[in-house]
């Protein structure tokens, strides 16, 4: 495990963890981009894909991938749309979709590319056979990273034509305990030296593995130490954070 700097969701004195599933990432993304491939990267919400995916893309040379996110389900001319802007096509999108899809496709095949499209669980079969469409033309020379949340796997499997493409795929998962144990220590500096069993209980009781919530639960108990006197996380600090932060009671409610 290697340790970065960095400021995992802006939390000041936080450390970028080097975790197996945001080297994954890096590789997969590499991968990709090298044999111009499709690849997936899915799980559930808050455990770090967003986070890995842009330090992945960090790698990769300014201006080689555009990367679109649709918060509903997209229409095909949607999509068209979107790319045809993130690709900085022009201001104004052709009337007729043959032609969008012309100029697409010629920008497409200019050179090499990545085109990343977050929340892909929302894509339907339309969209998905338009996106395979388009990669699939011996023309263009693009990668294709599709990043969903919950669902995003069973979407892409329903569509065989574009999950027989599909060259890598990553699914992430909430840390397991003992991964827990090992890095939120080098997490934070609140963290050093702070017995196994308070973080276990703070991860059992509340965050679970689940990366944004001990960013969430970090930064809470990082405000409160920096109130009083103490310099790390202890019984006190955490039962207070939890009081605030966690649904299913205090440290002292789950022990009743």
Known sequence: MTVMTGHYQGIVGANTIATEQLLDTADLVKDIVEVRAMGAIYGPAGVGKTFAVDQALADQPEGSWTRSTFRSRPTTRYLRHELYTD?????????????????????????????????????????????RYLHDDPRTK?????????????????????????????????????????????????????????????NAEFARGNFREWAKFTDHARRFIGRTDRQVLDEEVARNVLSRVNRDGDLHAAQA
């Open 87 to 131: 690709l900085g096509l022009g201001p104004a999108v052709p009337n007729s979709p043959v032609e969008t899809d012309r100029i697409l496709r010629a920008a497409l095949a200019e050179r090499v590319r990545l085109l990343v499209i977050d929340e892909a669980q929302w894509l339907n079969r339309e969209v998905l056979e338009y996106l």
């Open 142 to 202: 693009f990668a294709l990273l599709l990043v969903g949340g919950a669902g995003c796997y069973e979407v892409l499997r329903r569509e065989p034509m574009l999950s027989s493409r599909l060259y890598e795929h990553l699914r992430f998962s909430p840390l397991k305990h003992a991964e827990v144990l090992k890095v939120i220590p080098v997490y934070h500096a609140i963290y050093a030296g702070v017995p196994a069993a308070l973080i276990s209980r703070v």
